[in-house]
């Protein structure tokens, strides 16, 4: 469970290195998680608000994210979906789906 602040802030240093002039910023990034792994979205969803809040991380931007929901089973699904979040512009994904 660890691991999503983890890589939170690695997405977030890695945005901030990549284009440092872009102050103001929102920074949307994309969540796949297995229908049965609601622990992971509650984990999730306090990272980012925990992250949100922390202005010695975030001094100027914020983080939005979109959430979805696959069969942990299909990883077709998984991946039409991680398809989906990009073209919506995610900076990041996480994701508790092996594919």
Known sequence: MEVFPLLLVLSIWWSRTWDSANADSIIHIGAIFDESAKKDD?????AVGDLNQNE???QT???TFS??????NNP????QEACELMNQGILALVSSIGC
């Open 42 to 46: 509650e984990v999730f969803r306090t």
């Open 56 to 58: 010695e991380i975030l």
């Open 61 to 63: 931007e914020k983080i």
């Open 67 to 72: 959430v979805t929901f696959v069969d942990g």
């Open 76 to 79: 077709l699904q998984a991946v």
